[in-house]
């Protein structure tokens, strides 16, 4: 298998199931107008929040890790009405067009992008009493995963889902002796997950436009 055929089956798929409108087609346009880094999620991938989102019937929601807003749009178009996402972004040019795109999404008024180091947001968060979540979503700098996943227990609930992405970095996972900072933060984040008495979960590779990766899915349990 190839990273065309893998391109070519997420466009078969996303051409049949997944409905990217000019809000998420535009996100994307001005984030690479922008010269934001291309790390926000494929459509199909932001189409299964999306669904995970609604499957859980969320009304809360929070994102550590906004870029140009992409994934916020796929996981504010899950809430009710009156629901709330809260999204955490360092970099203020990334906040600027996340906002950006939520205004013209129509999302606005559902999301509250906070600005600043998520290890400094996130006690605020707490502080502010913004919890329970029902979803939380990580997709931030890999070696604070591990001091993420602390905060995602503290604001959730049982019955709340903490998704872990890019997770697999190219199979380096599997290298105990890999220095990279991100891959010894991926691993300490799932020791951390099979180690808590709090959580159930699973981890996938990917395959697709992205190129090859993975999620890790788990359930607060108790």
Request: hydrophobic letters at 45%.
């Amino acid at each position: 298998m190839s990273q065309q055929t893998w391109t070519a089956v997420d466009d078969y798929f996303n051409g049949l199931l997944v409905d990217e409108d000019a809000a998420l087609i535009g996100a994307v346009a001005d984030s690479d107008a922008a010269a934001l880094p291309p790390h926000q999620v494929a459509p199909n991938q932001g189409k299964l929040l999306h669904l995970l989102a609604r499957i859980q019937g969320a009304r809360t929601i929070l994102e550590i890790g906004t870029l140009g807003g992409y994934s916020t749009i796929w996981l504010a178009r899950a809430l009710p009405e009156d629901g709330r996402l809260v999204t955490l972004e360092a970099d203020e040019r990334c906040a600027a067009v996340a906002e950006r795109n939520l205004a013209r999404a129509g999302l606005d008024h559902l999301v509250d992008v906070r600005v600043g180091k998520a290890l400094d947001t996130l006690p605020s968060l707490e502080k502010d009493g913004a919890g329970p979540f029902d979803l939380v979503f990580i997709d931030a700098d890999k070696p604070s995963n591990p001091a993420y996943l602390e905060w995602a227990l503290r604001l959730t609930r049982p019955g709340s889902v903490i998704v872990g992405d890019n997770v697999v970095r190219d199979g380096a996972v599997t290298d105990p002796a890999d220095t990279d900072p991100r891959v010894q933060g991926v691993r300490r984040f799932t020791e951390l997950i099979a180690e808590h008495p709090r959580l159930t979960a699973t981890t996938l590779q990917t395959v697709g436009a992205k190129g090859y990766d993975g999620f890790t899915l788990a359930l607060v349990t108790d």
